[in-house]
């Protein structure tokens, strides 16, 4: 995970201290023992039509607020409706869940409230839709978040829950319709809404829809749009699971990006954080230790240790605890329902465990209790949608416990920043990308690796191409017209590998800005005159024929697959029935001979280019360019 999350993780604490398989059965929450002598008298009837948070009643005149809290002395219910006076909560029997009724609301009307604790903690609701953050709102514009709520400056302080009964209800018009792709054939573009546009919103970034669709993408990964703490946010230190970070819009603005996203034929797919949270969340603060900067022991969902394992961040998820689980699934079956997305892409996944790890080679080894957690929570998703919801798990994990969620039907991340990077840059000693190929992972679909070269999380490889390149006297890969057609290679051979792909945001124009510019998760520039530079709009005109073909031509899904991948002169070779297909590249900085056995002779039509060479025999014998790449077919494609 983030280095950058490990200061906010000190900066919070001290901010803290200063003021379709077998369906596995719902589990019960566990019985927690009472504190000792409670001041409350214990109500064991709990309403039938109460749930986690607010259930409204009585045609949303009245509302039904539930916390779940243990160990808890006393905790009233505090707000708008009643000017911020304490309205006591009742207590199960088994002193775990407090509640209360409260009646005469408008259900037109946005109420703010809170829950006081023990006559001391002020916290928002774990399960709200929206919340109200002093700090940083006044920072949210009216275009973005227009006639957002005011902060109820002068009643309280901290986070601020809201609840409505008559929430505008948005009107889906595209979603029935909407066929998820195949896995197979998914080209995921990974978007953070921050840096997309100026605007930073779900609107503006509705206004670019048709460069995505021009560019022949089909789904579309969100970055964290949970709240989270902060504006200005990679969005992987989360704080509330269940509303909508207000800064990059309203609820309806995201549901209506979405739905306009399935009436391009494109599934949206959502980052989702459930390894840890931050301490801005309610279920941290409830129970917090002050002096140690640490959860306490008792809490049902967090690990008194945050340094579990080497990538860890904020507040340790404890996937074991009931509790935990519940909350969790309550988040899945929420974001599913609510906004019907297409997928998630689990943040740090191989962090579900309890097992200690100090380092990777430890904490990537084969975890058996893991895997019954991640088998759980698939299950889970698929009893509530089982029609080709995708699970993206980012687990970097042995291989034979990635084998087991992949033929469970889950999807793992693989990167191929590395060595791709050292491809395009000319330094071939450690270039070997074959990684790539599913079968060298085990896995009995290729549909189950999604390969990249470039995510969020690494250094752009345009950047690196620039700056350390390989150079001889007549040829350098610090030359920008040079990078980018390097670029384009690296694109044919990632297209050529059977499975689903991923491209970070502007990859497909050389962003070249670094990832480390403005610190690490700061905000990056937005380049879009790169889509008015000839050979910048070159690689995205690359990017969109090599994914169509992906899409239009099943040879590119092939069981049949070899390569050489190794050297300076790599290929890929497909066989699907009668057509062959093969990607060649010399990513040396020299002029290189090559000899290949494309296994047979004749007419070979250059997809990219559109001309055509003939073999007098099987072999392919050619003086390659540095930099040269074709992409050759025994007969005619299908967008070719």
């Known amino acids: 995970m983030k280095r950058f999350y490990l200061v906010l993780l000190i900066l919070s604490v001290l901010a803290t201290a200063c003021k379709k398989g077998k369906v596995t059965p719902e589990p019960t929450r566990p019985v927690v023992p009472v504190t000792p002598n409670p001041p409350v008298t214990p109500d064991p009837v709990l309403p039938a039509a109460a749930k986690d948070g607010v ?39 088994d002193g775990n869940v407090w509640w209360v009724q409260i009646d005469n609301l408008n259900p037109n009307t946005e109420y703010a409230y809170q829950f006081l604790v023990d006559e001391s903690l002020k916290v928002a609701d774990p399960y709200c839709e929206k919340i109200l953050d002093e700090s940083n709102d006044i920072h949210i514009d009216n275009t973005t978040y227009p006639s957002l709520k005011a902060y109820p400056k002068g009643k309280t ?39 997309f546009t100026a605007e930073h919103n779900y609107a503006s970034t509705l206004q670019k829809l048709d460069y995505l669709v021009g560019l022949g993408i089909n789904a579309i990964e969100l970055m964290p749009v949970n709240e989270f703490e902060g504006n200005l946010s990679w969005g992987y230190n989360p704080s509330f699971y269940f509303a909508p970070d207000k800064y990059y819009g309203t609820k309806a603005a995201l549901q209506n990006f979405i739905d306009e996203c399935h009436g391009k034929g494109i599934a949206v797919i959502l980052d989702m954080v459930l390894n840890h949270s931050f301490g801005q969340s309610p279920m941290v603060q409830l129970y917090f230790d002050q002096p140690s900067g640490k959860p306490l022991a008792i809490s049902p969902w967090f690990n008194t240790r945050s340094d579990t394992h080497p990538y860890n961040v904020g507040y340790d998820f404890n996937h074991e605890s009931t509790a935990t689980k519940i909350f969790a699934k309550n988040v899945m079956k929420f974001w599913m329902q609510e906004y019907k997305i297409d997928g998630f892409r689990f943040d740090l996944s191989k962090g579900f465990t309890q097992k200690v790890s100090t380092d990777d080679a430890s904490f990537s080894a084969y975890d058996a209790s893991r895997v019954a957690i991640w088998n759980d929570y698939n ?24 084998k087991i969620l992949a033929d469970a039907g889950m999807m793992l991340w693989n990167g191929l920043n590395v060595n791709m990077n050292e491809a395009t840059m000319g330094w071939v000693s450690n270039s070997d990308f074959s990684w790539a190929f599913s079968a060298r992972h085990g896995f009995a679909r290729s549909e189950n690796l999604i390969n990249f070269i470039e995510s969020h999380d690494e250094e752009r490889t345009m950047y690196k191409n620039l700056n350390y390149g390989n150079v001889t006297t007549s040829y350098s890969v610090k030359n920008l017209t040079t990078a980018l057609k390097r670029e384009e290679m690296a694109a044919a051979f990632l297209f050529a590998v059977p499975g689903p792909k991923m491209i970070w945001q502007f990859e497909e124009l050389g962003y070249d800005i670094s990832i480390n510019y403005n610190g690490r998760t700061g905000n990056k520039p937005i380049h879009w005159e790169y889509f008015q530079q000839s050979e910048r709009k070159a690689l995205y005109d690359t990017y969109a024929k090599l994914i169509g073909l992906k899409k239009k031509n099943a040879i590119f899904n092939a069981t049949n697959a070899s390569y050489n991948l190794s050297g300076d002169i790599k290929y890929v070779k497909l066989v699907e029935g009668s057509n062959t297909v093969m990607v060649v590249g010399n990513f040396d900085v020299n002029n290189k001979n090559v000899s290949i056995d494309f296994g047979t002779s004749g ?21 390659l360019a540095a930099g040269e790449y074709h992409v050759y077919s025994s007969a005619p494609l299908n967008g070719g």
Request: glycine letters at 6%.
């Open 603 to 623: 007419l070979w039509y250059d997809v990219l280019s559109g001309g055509t060479i003939t073999l007098g025999t099987s072999i392919y014998n050619k003086m």
């Open 157 to 195: 302080t901290g986070i601020v829950s809201v609840m409505q009964a008559n929430q505008p209800a948005y009107t889906w018009k595209n979603t029935a319709g909407f066929t998820r792709p195949a896995k197979n054939n998914l080209v995921i573009y990974e978007l953070l809404i921050r840096d």
């Open 379 to 402: 299950n889970h998703i698929k009893s509530i949608d089982a029609n080709n919801f995708y699970v993206i798990l980012e687990h970097f994990a042995d291989a034979a416990e990635e």
């Open 55 to 93: 259930v409204f009643i009585n045609n949303g005149t009245s509302a039904i607020v539930t916390l779940y809290a243990p160990y808890k002395k006393t905790i009233a219910l505090i707000g708008e409706f009643n000017d911020w006076k304490a309205l006591p909560m009742r207590n199960t029997a």
